[in-house]
């Protein structure tokens, strides 16, 4: 735990596209705001980002739309989107969304309709849910979710914000599980801040490298924060 810990101590709409890099492999942070995107904005650029998607709950998205575009024309040779962050106490309404929204929507916690689903782009804090049985091993993921994921393109979310804030070598435990599993069965895994501070985000760099540590291999690790 240690050696992750020393790991981070250095240092979406179409058309809020302003610059002419190559979308498809933008380094991009996802984080969730407070009322202060634009500091989460500004300290991504600082850290060497490309991209960010301000995360908002399917209920703030229609509000916060405008703003994501209101803030996207601030910045040249920087972009900025607005996507969803479903928790998985609305997953039973993941039909309904899936008609409404147009952008990249991830899930929040352990529901097997997320795996399911190619409406969702990735499961964050899969973790934090855990199913019973042993407490390392009873971390969410197994064989099944992972085919189901691989089938809807669904990737295994890990988020930093968490892994900094936790301290808990439990929860640890079951990211590194499910970060096996995950590997072994062949579902994508991506990372984010998940902030909701800028003091909760991290470099590219220091990224990759906590992921390593986690037993993220290098190919993957290396392509986890393209969006």
Excluded: W
Aim: proline residues 2%; positive net charge.
């Amino acid at each position: 735990m240690q050696n992750m810990r020393n790991a981070l101590t250095a240092g979406g709409v179409q058309g809020l596209f302003n610059n002419k890099q190559d979308e498809s492999r933008m380094i991009t942070d996802l984080v969730i705001p407070r009322e202060n995107e634009n500091e989460l904005i500004l300290e991504a650029r600082k850290l060497g980002y490309q991209k960010i998607i301000l995360l908002y709950s399917p209920k703030e998205y229609e509000e916060k739309l405008a703003l994501a575009r209101e803030l996207a024309g601030l910045y040249q040779n920087f972009r900025v989107e607005a996507g969803v962050i479903i928790d998985s106490t609305k997953a039973k309404n993941l039909n309904n969304y899936q008609k409404k929204l147009r952008c990249l929507t991830v899930g929040r916690g352990f529901s097997p309709q997320f795996f399911r689903k190619n409406t969702i782009s990735s499961v964050f804090e899969l973790e934090l849910s855990s199913t019973g049985g042993s407490k390392y091993r009873s971390s969410g993921l197994n064989q099944v979710l992972c085919m189901e994921a691989v089938r809807s393109g669904t990737k295994l979310g890990i988020s930093i914000s968490e892994v900094i804030n936790s301290g808990d070598a439990e929860i640890l435990g079951r990211i590194v599980n499910n970060i096996r599993i995950a590997q072994k069965y062949g579902m994508e895994i991506t990372a984010a801040s998940l902030a909701r501070a800028p003091y909760e985000m991290r470099s590219p760099h220091d990224i990759r490298g906590l992921l390593r540590t986690l037993g993220v291999s290098g190919e993957n690790a290396a392509r986890s924060l393209e969006q």
